[in-house]
């Protein structure tokens, strides 16, 4: 008897979210060096080379293992390559991860990341059985602020200098979701 998943492929009207492989290297490296996608991505500095898409790949393509992934936002129509989302820092005692996510620009404002959100925030509460999901967003990250707010994510407050980039220490907010408050929206 195989276990359950804790991160499938999801599919949505618009989307299929697949975890990350080696086909995705060339994809990786384009978006993770895209200045604009990576502008409040505090935590990572932007890629140089394809060997920073490839560590990238080889970090998320075992997400059953390892206990956190990264999927990719496939367009259903065309099939192009939009973004990344996924949970990490995940807390199996207590029920509780991190959700990260990041769309090309030319995709901005189209209503696909919060189509990816939703499912992804159904696979966490469902196939990891979490009852909190964090997220973390920089302070002027105006658009990501908008789609947690949208999606019933609470802002707890600014947690105070939660990454040192390239010098300086840049505050978040903190938001989160429970389970309960999702499945009473």
């Not at 496939?74 to 990041?102: P, R, S, Y």
């Not at 802002?155 to 390239?166: A, D, I, T």
Request: proline share 2%; with cysteine.
């Amino acid at each position: 008897m195989n276990p359950q998943r804790k991160f499938p492929n999801l599919e949505t009207d618009r989307l299929i979210l697949r975890n990350v492989t080696e086909l995705d290297i060339h994809f990786i490296y384009q978006h993770f060096s895209n200045e604009r996608v990576c502008e409040y991505l505090y935590d990572e500095e932007l890629f140089t080379s394809k060997n920073d898409a490839v560590d990238f790949v080889n970090e998320y393509q075992n997400p059953e293992k390892d206990g956190y992934n990264r999927w990719i936002l496939i367009k259903k129509e065309g099939q192009q390559q939009l973004g990344t989302c996924g949970f990490h820092c995940w807390d199996k005692l207590n029920n509780i991860a991190e959700i990260g996510f990041d769309l090309s620009p030319e995709y901005w404002g189209h209503g696909y990341m919060k189509e990816a959100l939703i499912c992804a925030i159904e696979s966490g509460f469902y196939n990891m059985e979490l009852n909190r999901i964090n997220a973390f967003v920089a302070l002027y990250n105006i658009n990501s602020i908008k789609i947690l707010e949208t999606l019933g994510f609470v802002n707890e407050g600014v947690y105070r200098e939660k990454h040192l980039y390239r010098g300086k220490y840049y505050d978040h907010y903190s938001f989160s979701l429970l389970k309960r408050e999702w499945n009473n929206k």
